[in-house]
């Protein structure tokens, strides 16, 4: 069975602290995805990034950087020099390729940036 | 830029009411979803969409119908509101991944239901 945890209820910072969102992931597959989402006050889900099973490698986006280590099932993501507007609920997620559910959602992360 | 559409985005309705919430995409995306979600709390997916004619249950026991006659259009109907259907109901479409199945799911805005 596919499971995705985010051990991290709420995570409170300052502004312009670096925060890392911890997210490990349990699956069968040797393919699979990871997803990770931002969900801001407004309620939307905007998607941030996916990475295959295949690349290992880290991803930097901005101030937005992804750590992928399939020896430990983990896929957490590293905000740098944190703003207010980082402030969100932030999803991670992981795909069940071939079947039409696809995405098992982690619990969540609530981020708040303090000014 | 996803273009996935829900209306309406608030809607506050007396017990036993029906209700349709609406979602459409532009995108020619052929898989779609529904996912009922607390506000902050986990995402359930209660409903998804191969295709045109077809539809499936999620996860999430639900109440709720939906449709898809149309590419683009996969509405959600409650035949009669109760308080417990109070929630936030997001609609999804998904892209088709390079393997089948990484395709990532772009999100409407949600429409959030109230029930008296």
């Known amino acids: 069975a596919q499971k995705v945890t985010q051990a991290q209820t709420e995570i409170s910072v300052v502004e312009k602290e670096d925060v890392t969102l911890d997210c490990v992931y349990e699956?069968?597959?040797?393919?699979?995805?990871l997803f990770w989402y931002k969900q801001p006050p407004s309620g939307e889900l905007v998607f941030l990034i996916r990475?295959?099973?295949?690349?290992?490698q880290n991803e930097i986006s901005g101030r937005y950087s992804w750590n992928f280590q399939k020896s430990t099932s983990s896929f957490n993501f590293t905000i740098t020099a944190s703003q207010v507007v980082d402030s969100a609920v932030y999803f991670c997620?992981?795909?069940?390729?071939?079947?039409?559910?696809?995405?098992?959602f982690g619990s969540g992360t609530q981020l708040t940036v303090l000014p | 830029e996803a273009d996935i559409y829900q209306t309406p985005r608030y809607l506050v309705i007396g017990t036993g009411k029906k209700i349709t919430l609406e979602c459409s995409q532009t995108m020619g995306h052929d898989k779609m979803y529904w996912y009922q979600q607390d506000p902050g709390m986990e995402l359930h997916l209660i409903h998804y969409s191969y295709g045109v004619n077809s539809t499936e249950k999620g996860d999430l026991s639900s109440e709720s119908t939906v449709s898809r006659i149309r590419t683009e259009h996969f509405p959600l109907t409650l035949e009669s509101a109760r308080p417990s259907h109070t929630s936030q109901y997001l609609c999804?479409?998904?892209?088709?991944?390079?393997?089948?199945?990484?395709?990532?799911?772009?999100f409407g805005p949600g429409t959030r239901l109230t029930v008296t």
């Open positions: 999804a479409s998904r892209r088709q991944g390079l393997a089948g199945g990484g395709g990532e799911q772009y």
């Open positions: 699956t069968r597959d040797t393919t699979y995805y």
């Open positions: 997620a992981l795909s069940e390729p071939g079947s039409a559910r696809q995405l098992t």
């Open positions: 990475r295959n099973s295949f690349d290992e």
